[in-house]
């Protein structure tokens, strides 16, 4: 792929690599007048996750799990473009949405919660504002007002 900006890094020092991916144009939807029918500007581009040796292992399996639902082809992820005119555009927009799709499902998951009290404190002030707020407005009933 000579003229595009790559490597496209995913995280760390692991890139997206040129040769794992595949390419597919055809002609985009939507405006365009004339020169949208005769060109191939919209963008798809696949990347084979369960074949792929660039990813470690460990992250392979957290991907192939969190895009379960988007995978095609038994491993393949498959993003589109066509929000530009030009197929070049198209093709950096896709492989960058690609690698930022890779990024995201390959992240370490979040760390547990640590579940936490309440302080005492925190909730004395709070039933002492409480009954505060009650006798407030229990001297403002209008049956003392006779």
Same mark, same amino acid.
């Given at each position: 792929?000579?003229?595009?900006?790559?490597?496209?890094?995913? #995280?760390?020092?692991?890139?997206?690599?040129?040769?794992?991916?595949?390419?597919?144009?055809? #002609?985009?939807?939507?405006?365009? /007048?004339?020169?949208?029918?005769? *060109?191939?500007?919209?963008? !798809?581009? $696949?990347?084979?996750?369960? %074949? *792929?040796?660039? =990813?470690?292992?460990?992250?392979? %399996? %957290?991907?192939?799990? %969190? =895009?379960? /639902?988007?995978?095609?082809?038994? /491993?393949?992820?498959?993003?589109?473009?066509?929000?530009? @005119?030009?197929?070049?555009?198209?093709?950096?927009?896709?492989?960058? #949405?690609?690698?930022?799709?890779?990024?995201?499902?390959?992240?370490?998951?979040?760390?547990?919660?640590?579940? *936490?009290?309440?302080? @005492?404190?925190?909730?004395?002030? $709070?039933?002492?504002?409480?009954? $505060?707020?009650? !006798?407030?407005?229990?001297? @403002?009933?209008?049956?003392?007002?006779?």
């Amino acid at each position: 792929m000579d003229g595009m900006s790559g490597p496209y890094v995913i #995280r760390g020092s692991v890139t997206l690599p040129e040769s794992e991916l595949t390419w597919r144009f055809s #002609r985009s939807s939507g405006p365009g /007048g004339q020169h949208v029918n005769t *060109t191939d500007s919209q963008v !798809e581009v $696949r990347f084979d996750l369960a %074949r *792929t040796e660039a =990813l470690p292992e460990v992250w392979k %399996r %957290r991907a192939l799990q %969190r =895009l379960a /639902g988007r995978l095609v082809d038994g /491993g393949v992820v498959a993003v589109r473009a066509c929000e530009h @005119r030009s197929q070049w555009r198209n093709r950096e927009a896709a492989v960058v #949405r690609l690698a930022a799709l890779l990024a995201e499902a390959t992240a370490p998951p979040p760390k547990p919660r640590r579940p *936490t009290r309440v302080p @005492r404190g925190v909730n004395e002030r $709070r039933l002492r504002e409480k009954k $505060r707020r009650a !006798e407030t407005k229990r001297g @403002r009933s209008a049956r003392d007002w006779t």
